[in-house]
């Protein structure tokens, strides 16, 4: 059974730093690109950020590029996003997305 699992998620202030962790379970998800994802109260999901399976590629929103990093451990089959200088419009729950599979969302709340 595939399990796609977001954790690091919280509430911090502006300009504050976060890091999500996204695991993948039941499947080898080292050879597929993977993607985080995040929905605003009252927006629909947006893209943030993917990286290739081989980490030579990476590709950011216009609104995270120069804050956020995402990287990959193809061990363990896990996704890191890396937020800094934390907005308070970065406030969402942020996805994880490796094929057709997503997780459960983590919330990140950044005040100002």
């Known amino acids: 059974q595939v399990q796609v699992v977001e954790s690091g998620g919280g509430l911090v202030p502006a300009g504050g730093s976060l890091r999500l962790s996204c695991s993948a379970s039941?499947?080898?998800?080292?050879?597929?690109?993977m993607a985080w994802y995040r929905q605003a109260p009252g927006k629909q999901r947006e893209f943030v950020a993917t990286?290739?399976?081989?980490?030579?590629?990476?590709l950011y929103a216009d609104s995270v590029k120069g804050r956020f990093t995402i990287s990959r451990d193809n061990a363990t089959d896990t996704v890191y996003l890396q937020m800094n200088n934390l907005k308070p419009e970065d406030t969402a729950i942020y996805y994880c997305?490796?094929?057709?599979?997503w997780g459960q969302g983590t919330l990140v709340t950044v005040s100002s």
């Open positions: 039941g499947r080898a998800f080292s050879m597929y690109n």
């Open positions: 997305n490796v094929q057709q599979y």
């Open positions: 990286i290739t399976w081989n980490k030579r590629q990476t």
